[in-house]
C-alpha cells in the first residue's frame, strides 16, 4: 500500500481500477523485425488501427446529433484512418523493410507531411495536425495505452493533466474519479469535475508514474488522499466514509429545492455554474434557481472549427428552456490565456493569463463575437436570459461589447425577430481594476457578477493553474475581502444586483461572510447548492454583518479562519463537506 497526497478539489470518495490517460509526446523506437515476424505485425498494426476508429465511434455517440460539425470531423478522422494509400504505405514499410509498426507508421507521416507542407496550403497544413494526431492514437494503442477519456468500464482516471477538451468528455458513469499531476481548486479540470460530481485530486506529483494501469485506488477527493494498493483494512474504513458522504447528501438533497432564506429573512438566490447541457438534470435536481454564470467557451473546446451561430443557437435554446421559468446567465466567451488556447490554436504568449483573453480576443475578432451574441439573443426568446461580459478591465472595453451587443440586436430585429428589449446585461468583476472603477461600471450595467477564481488571481499574483502557488490562492486574503466589500458596496449604491460566481461562492466556510457582504446571489457547481442552501437557512443575516465587521478588522488570513472556526462552531454548524 502506498499513500499520496494531493489537494482535494471535489468531494467524494471512488474505489476502483486506475486507468493512465497519456498526453504529449509518444516515445517511440525502431525494431527490425525478422521475416517470420511480419505477418504478426501487419496483424498488430490492423488490430490498433480497427481499436482507434473504435473509440472515435466511441467519441462520435457522445456528441449531440444537432452538432453537426464537430460530428463531421470525427467521421473525416475515421475516413482518414481508413484510407488505402496510408494502410498500403504502411504495411509496404513492415513487410519490405522490416519496420515495426510504430516505425512504420511514424515514416509515413513525415512522407505525408513533407508532401502537404510544399503544397503551402492553409488548409492541408492544417490537416497535417490532424494526421499527427490521429497517428499517435494509433501508435498509443499500439503500445497497449489509453488516449480517451471516454472509458468502457467504470475507472479512475490517472494522469498528467486534462486538456479542457478531454475534461468535457468525461462521463460521469464510467468516470470513478480522477488524479492529475497539475491544476489547482479553480484549474478548468477541478471546476468541471465539481459540475460533474466526480471526485478528484489534482497536484499530485509524479503520480503518472507511481501508479500502474490496474492498480486500485482509493480517491478521497476531499481530503486530497490518493492510496494506491489499499489494504482490506482500509477499503472497509473508506467505504464507510463513502456511505455516510452518500447519505448526508441525499439528506441534504431533500431539502435542496427549498429557497435559501436567513433566519431574519434575508433572501439569497442561489444558482449554477454550468458549461455543458449535460448538468442541466442535475443542476434543476440539486435545487438551482436558474444559472448564474454559463460559461460558454467549453462548447468550443471539443473541437478544431468554430461552431455556426446555428449551433450555438440550437444549444441556447435547450438551455434556455431547460431552466424556464428562471433566467440563464450567459457568460460570453472566455477563450484564451492557458484556457482552451490548444484547441482553437491561438498564437502562444509569455504571460497567457494576461494577454488575449475572453473580452480581449471576443473585441479583436468582432464577427466571431457576433455570432455568439446574435445565437444568445435568438434564444432569448425562449425564456429568461442574462448576458455578462467576462475580464472587464475598463470602461471603454464595456462600451465596445456593449456597442457589438447593440449592433446584434438591432440586426435581427430587421431581419424579423420579435425582440422585445435587450437581456439584463451584466459585467464579471474579476480584474482588480475592475473594482477599482465599479462605481463608474455599475451605472452601465444592470448587475455585477463578481469572479472570484480570477480577482484572486490578478489581486495576488497568483496563477490559478499552477500547483506550486496553489498554496497562496487564498479566499480569505484581507485584501480579496476587501475587494468583495468594495464592489458590493458600489453596485449597490447603483442600486443594481451583485452576484457572485467564482468558486469561492460554493465554499461553505466562506457563506457567511458572502453573506454579511450582502451579496444578492451566489452562484456555484451544482452539487454544492445543498449543502449552501442549507447553511444560508441557519444563518441571521445581522449576525453574518457583524462578523464581516470583526474580520475587516483582521490583518491575516489565519486569523480569520480561526475566527471563522469559532463563528461556526458556536452555532453548532460546520464548515466542512463531510460532517454535515
Ligand atoms: C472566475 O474567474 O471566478 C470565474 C467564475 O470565471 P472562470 O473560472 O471561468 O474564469
Ligand atoms: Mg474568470
Not at 458522504?245 to 441525499?250: K, V
Not at 449604491?493 to 469561492?504: F, L, P, W, Y
Request: glycine content about 6%.
Amino acid at each position: 500500500m502506498k499513500k499520496l497526497k494531493g489537494i482535494g478539489v471535489s468531494p467524494g470518495v471512488a474505489i476502483g481500477p486506475a486507468y493512465i490517460f497519456l498526453t504529449g509526446r509518444i516515445k517511440i523506437t525502431r525494431r527490425i523485425l525478422k521475416p517470420d515476424e511480419v505477418s504478426r505485425e501487419l496483424k498488430r498494426f490492423h488490430r490498433a488501427l480497427e481499436e482507434t476508429i473504435r473509440d472515435l465511434e466511441e467519441v462520435k455517440k457522445h456528441i449531440p446529433s444537432e452538432m453537426a460539425q464537430p460530428l463531421s470531423i470525427i467521421d473525416a478522422h475515421i475516413l482518414m484512418l481508413k484510407d488505402p494509400s496510408l494502410i498500403r504505405e504502411t504495411e509496404k514499410y513492415i513487410r519490405e523493410s522490416f519496420m515495426n509498426a510504430e516505425w512504420a507508421l511514424r515514416k509515413v507521416l513525415s512522407r505525408y507531411r513533407q508532401i502537404f507542407l510544399s503544397l503551402g496550403d492553409f488548409y492541408l497544413r492544417e490537416r497535417v495536425h490532424d494526421l499527427e494526431h490521429l497517428i499517435d492514437k494509433v501508435i498509443l494503442a499500439l503500445q497497449g495505452q489509453n488516449n480517451q477519456t471516454v472509458l468502457k468500464e467504470p475507472a479512475i482516471i490517472v494522469a498528467h493533466d486534462l486538456s479542457p477538451a478531454d475534461t468535457a468528455r468525461l462521463r460521469p458513469d464510467t468516470t470513478q474519479a480522477f488524479v492529475t499531476e497539475v491544476g489547482s481548486r479553480t484549474s478548468h479540470t477541478a471546476i468541471v469535475a465539481r459540475s460533474l460530481g466526480i471526485p478528484a485530486v489534482v497536484a499530485v506529483k509524479g503520480v503518472t508514474e507511481k501508479v500502474n494501469p490496474g492498480d486500485l485506488l482509493i480517491v478521497d477527493g476531499l481530503s486530497g488522499e490518493v492510496i494506491v494498493n489499499p489494504t482490506q483494512e482500509v477499503i472497509e474504513e473508506f467505504l464507510d466514509r463513502r456511505i455516510e458522504c452518500q447519505e448526508r447528501r441525499a439528506h441534504l438533497s431533500r431539502f435542496a429545492k427549498e429557497p435559501a432564506q436567513t433566519l431574519d429573512g434575508r433572501r439569497v438566490a442561489v444558482r449554477a455554474n454550468i458549461e455543458l447541457l449535460d448538468e442541466i438534470p442535475l443542476a434543476l435536481e440539486f435545487g438551482a434557481e436558474g444559472v448564474g454564470l454559463y460559461r460558454t467557451e467549453y462548447l468550443y473546446v471539443t473541437r478544431k472549427d468554430l461552431p455556426s451561430e446555428e449551433e450555438l443557437y440550437a444549444t441556447y435554446r435547450q438551455v434556455v428552456e431547460g431552466f424556464r421559468p428562471e433566467m440563464v446567465t450567459f457568460r460570453t466567451l472566455d477563450i484564451g490565456g492557458d484556457k482552451f488556447a490548444e484547441e482553437l490554436e491561438l498564437p502562444e504568449e509569455i504571460n497567457p493569463a494576461l494577454g488575449v483573453r475572453a473580452i480581449r480576443l471576443c473585441l479583436k475578432n468582432p464577427a466571431f463575437f457576433k455570432t455568439q451574441l446574435r445565437a444568445i439573443l435568438r434564444a432569448s426568446i425562449y425564456g429568461k436570459v442574462r448576458i455578462m461580459f467576462p475580464m472587464i478591465s475598463g470602461l471603454n472595453e464595456l462600451h465596445q461589447a456593449k456597442e457589438f451587443l447593440k449592433e446584434a440586436f438591432e440586426e435581427l430585429r430587421e431581419e424579423g425577430l420579435e425582440l422585445q428589449e435587450l437581456p439584463a446585461l451584466g459585467a464579471m468583476i474579476e480584474v482588480p481594476s475592475a473594482v477599482a472603477i465599479a462605481d463608474l461600471l455599475a451605472r452601465e450595467v444592470d448587475f455585477f457578477s463578481i469572479g472570484t477564481n480570477d480577482l484572486i488571481q490578478y489581486a495576488l499574483a497568483i496563477d490559478r493553474g499552477n500547483e506550486e502557488v496553489a498554496h497562496l490562492y487564498e479566499p480569505l486574503h484581507p485584501a480579496i475581502l476587501r475587494l468583495i466589500k468594495q464592489t458590493v458596496e458600489a453596485g449597490h449604491q447603483a442600486g443594481i444586483q451583485v452576484a457572485m460566481c467564482g468558486e469561492m461562492a460554493g465554499e461553505l466556510f466562506c457563506i457567511p461572510l458572502l453573506i454579511g457582504f450582502g451579496l444578492d446571489e451566489l452562484s456555484m457547481n451544482p452539487q454544492a447548492i445543498p449543502a449552501v442552501k442549507n447553511i444560508i437557512r441557519h444563518l441571521s443575516y445581522k449576525e453574518c454583518q457583524e462578523l464581516v465587521e470583526e474580520v475587516l478588522n483582521l490583518p491575516a488570513p489565519e486569523e480569520i479562519r480561526l475566527l471563522l472556526l469559532e463563528w461556526f462552531e458556536k452555532r453548532g454548524l460546520s464548515p466542512f463537506w463531510n460532517f454535515l
